[in-house]
């Protein structure tokens, strides 16, 4: 799943996802899959076809080699074709999942 690091000012460095990694998520009325981009403890960002406002907040299921992680996100940022969302939340259950991603 992992490629490479991605440089940024973020506090958390998100890391390229290699092949084909998705999500289903669910936007208020939208629900979509969308190929995952990068990812960290702290946010994702998803290539996405619908428009999404900032602040709106999302949920995600996704399923990688480790198992289904399910998580809460809010919208950071939309620019053309691309979501970038901070988790507000990760089920307790997945949280151990996720960081061994």
Same mark, same amino acid.
């Given at each position: !799943?992992?490629?490479?690091?991605?440089?940024? @000012? @973020?506090?958390?460095? @998100?890391?390229?996802?290699?092949?084909?990694?998705?999500?289903?998520?669910?936007?208020?009325?939208?629900?979509?899959?969308?190929?995952?981009?990068?990812?960290?403890?702290?946010? !994702?960002?998803?290539?996405?076809?619908?428009?999404?406002?900032?602040?709106?907040?999302?949920? /995600?299921?996704?399923?990688?080699?480790?198992?289904?992680?399910?998580?809460?996100?809010?919208?950071?940022?939309?620019?053309?074709?691309?979501?970038? /969302?901070?988790?507000?939340?990760?089920?307790?259950?997945?949280? @151990?999942?996720?960081?061994?991603?």
């Amino acid at each position: !799943m992992i490629n490479s690091v991605t440089p940024c @000012r @973020r506090l958390r460095t @998100r890391i390229e996802t290699q092949g084909e990694v998705w999500a289903y998520w669910q936007c208020g009325r939208r629900e979509d899959v969308s190929r995952v981009r990068n990812v960290s403890t702290g946010g !994702m960002l998803l290539e996405i076809e619908a428009t999404t406002r900032e602040g709106q907040t999302a949920n /995600l299921h996704f399923l990688v080699q480790e198992g289904a992680i399910q998580a809460d996100a809010v919208v950071r940022r939309f620019t053309a074709g691309e979501d970038s /969302l901070k988790f507000v939340a990760i089920e307790k259950e997945c949280g @151990r999942q996720f960081a061994e991603c």
